[in-house]
Nanobody, 115 residues
């Protein structure tokens, strides 16, 4: 069993910044991918950014140059630094972790960007 605890969501004005953090705990064996997804009302959940154990990083095109994902493998944490936020970034953001045993999700944290 793996538990993911997220923090850092909130309300910001367009152009502002937020930092989302996620800590994984429990029976963790060789985490592969750590990443962030988001889902807006009436929309499908979509990948925001992901980091693999091999060092490969993928970003959604719309966040490239604005968001930065980082991970601390020793602490099993992943962070999403979000700069230059836009109203279209408004969504519930979910931490995601994949290891050899399964695919795990956090509870979600709301990010709201006002214009």
């Amino acid at each position: 069993q793996v538990q993911l605890v997220e923090s850092g969501g909130g309300l910001v004005q367009a152009g502002g910044s937020l930092r989302l953090s996620c800590a994984a705990s429990g029976s963790i064996f060789s985490i592969n991918t750590m990443g962030w997804y988001r889902q807006a009302p009436g929309k499908q959940r979509e990948l925001v950014a992901a980091s693999s154990s091999f060092g490969n990083i993928n970003y959604r095109d719309s966040v490239k140059g604005r968001f930065t994902i980082s991970r601390d493998n020793a602490k099993n944490t992943v962070t999403l630094q979000m700069n230059g936020l836009k109203p279209d970034d408004t969504a519930v953001y979910y931490c995601n972790v994949k290891d050899s045993s399964g695919n795990y999700w956090g509870q979600g944290t709301q990010v709201t960007v006002s214009s």
